[in-house]
């Protein structure tokens, strides 16, 4: 470093020279003029420490998952928080109002933070709607223009915020990582300029700091839980059945699967390596930090490829950027004009010590730096608590605007895989032995053991994924269950708008609907049935066959909407 430093500052004095004789030679006024274009020509190359570029790819890479999320939003909130949906947002923020005094207030605000508070309810799902396209909309222009303000990042976070605070069980599983990286990507930004590199607003190396910071957390957090947790992880076993066994896996699951034994231990051995000790390798230098990233990245790509789980491993990524700066992502952009240059004429000037002169709007934006690295280091002290604590838990929040949050993943492994298979008939007794009992087929999660895994990530179906969440638990305490099963007999369109197959598509209504309760496991390749990818075996009934006439008290104790009869 020091080296580097005497070399800048040795050729500066050699350029000063020489600007010097030209001077008294050729008496130019423009002579300071001729030394920058000549020193911008010597720097061909992007100098280590800014991240210029850095933000740019930062930013397109948080509007991407943004512009994900809230398409999964508006193709899927109707459905699920909707005014007829499984769990309706306005009934949720009815209790809300009730239990904090039956006011519309701060209070009320402050347990559920969420601009739906202030809008129409005469028709949530046009607010819903709304939310979400104007979401895809704002993260659509940051992704095609890797630009954006301050405004922008704060309008997409409150945005996304809105839907998470109403969503209950819908975003309950790591959507707050969302939240605190795109928190985070409110302060990379200038408050008002759309400039790519705008020259008086580099980042911050406290907000790169942040994302770095939030890597660590991530990767420490699931990898202590793992440590606590299973004792699969342990004796290194665990991947003997994660691939089977995760919320949906994909085509490449059923292959991983068949992996040999010694190569399941060294994966799990990896992933020790992976989330316990490469995180460290962020405190120790640019190039250890870098490895860092690289690492991370790869190690995400990995998750990608062999499993579905929806856009989490991609956003997991975009903290592992902030360890790498210009020089080193500086191969993604192309030369000429454009961001590259001009982060190359910005460096060139520096060299040359030019500088631009401080103003207010950049005296501010220190102060902001500063607060942001304050406020980030007091909303960590719980979370680092919590890590250092033998009572972790995962994925919680400790403030109510989700800005500093604990993550972790499965701690505990699943070792056989259980499906909830919803049947319909037309028959009029359910007990009748001869009684045909047709499966609707959800859109990705396992069924039909002919059809091939599906391959959805980064995009995301919440309902599959409940109902992973559902096959080991009761129906007693997933009662969401119930009230598809009703909606089911009614062929109501919005919940099977959710599914892949009705059986009873252009037909009569069915009569009776149940669950049924299935052991699922991979097939061996060449050794199971031919052209399926499943066998299973039933456990028993989940829930028994229920009618409309039989569910009206049970949805009235709950104030759900009715089917017509």
């Known amino acids: 470093m020091a080296t580097h430093s005497e070399s800048s500052e040795n050729t500066l004095r050699k350029r000063r020279v020489e600007t010097s004789k030209t001077h008294s030679d050729d008496n130019t006024p423009n002579n300071e003029e001729d030394t920058c274009e000549a020193k911008k020509k010597e720097l061909v190359t992007l100098q280590t420490g800014t991240y210029w570029l850095t933000r740019i790819v930062l930013l397109r890479s948080i509007a991407f998952i943004y512009f994900i999320a809230f398409t999964v939003a508006y193709n899927q909130n109707k459905q699920l928080i909707g005014e007829r949906g499984l769990l309706p947002c306005k009934d949720y923020l009815l209790s809300v109002k009730r239990y904090v005094g039956g006011k519309i207030d701060m209070s009320a605000f402050a347990y559920t933070p969420s601009i739906l508070w202030f809008l ?180 995400q790509v990995t998750l990608i490829v062999s499993g579905n789980l929806s856009f989490l491993n991609w956003l997991t990524i975009v903290p592992s950027l902030a360890c790498f700066d210009d020089a080193s992502l500086g191969f993604l952009f192309s030369s000429g004009r454009g961001a590259k240059q001009a982060v190359l004429d910005l460096q060139a000037e520096e060299a040359a010590g030019w500088t631009p002169k401080p103003t207010r709007g950049m005296l501010f934006r220190r102060v902001v730096n500063v607060a942001l690295g304050v406020l980030i280091g007091y909303l960590s002290v719980p979370v680092v608590l919590n890590l250092l604590s033998s009572k972790q838990v995962m994925n919680t929040s400790f403030d109510p605007l989700r800005i500093v949050n604990t993550y972790g993943a499965f701690g505990s492994i699943t070792k056989e895989r259980t499906e909830v298979i919803l049947q319909g008939t037309l028959n009029e007794d359910p007990k009748d032995p001869e009684a045909v009992w047709e499966e609707y087929q959800f859109l990705c999660k396992p069924g039909d053991l002919t059809r091939r895994p599906c391959l959805i990530s980064p995009y995301h179906y919440r309902l599959d994924w409940l109902m992973w969440f559902a096959a080991f638990q009761t129906y007693e305490q997933s009662e969401w269950v119930i009230h598809i099963a009703g909606r089911l007999l009614a062929n109501d369109t919005s919940i099977l708008s959710l599914m892949e197959y009705n059986p009873f598509q252009g037909r009569d209504n069915p009569r009776w609907v149940r669950g049924e309760h299935f052991k699922y496991r991979f097939t061996l390749p060449g050794s199971g049935p031919q052209g399926k990818w499943w066998v299973r075996k039933r456990i028993g009934a989940y829930f028994p066959a229920v009618d409309l006439v039989a569910l009206r008290g049970y949805f009235k104790s709950r104030n759900w909407p009715h089917p017509d009869l």
């Open 120 to 299: 129409d309810w005469t028709d949530m799902d046009a607010n819903l709607d709304g939310i979400a396209l104007v979401g895809m909309a704002l993260s659509g222009f940051v992704l095609l223009t890797g630009t954006a303000n301050m405004i922008i990042m704060a309008m997409l976070w409150v945005l996304y915020h809105s839907l998470v605070s109403v969503g209950q069980i819908c975003f309950s599983w790591s959507f707050s990582q969302l939240l605190e990286t795109g928190f985070l990507g409110i302060f990379l930004c200038p408050v008002w300029s759309l400039s790519q590199v705008p020259p008086r607003c580099p980042p911050s190396l406290i907000s790169i700091w942040t994302f770095r910071w939030l890597i660590v957390r991530i990767m420490l957090g699931a990898g202590l839980i793992k440590i606590r947790g299973d004792r699969c992880w342990r004796d290194l076993t665990c991947m003997d059945y994660h691939y089977e066994t995760q919320p949906v896996p994909n085509p490449m699951s059923y292959y991983m699967h068949q992996s040999p034994w010694w190569f399941h231990r060294f994966e799990v051995l990896s992933n020790h390596f992976i989330e316990l000790i490469v995180p460290l390798f962020t405190f120790l230098g640019r190039r250890m930090c870098m490895v860092n990233g690289t690492l991370q990245i790869v190690f």
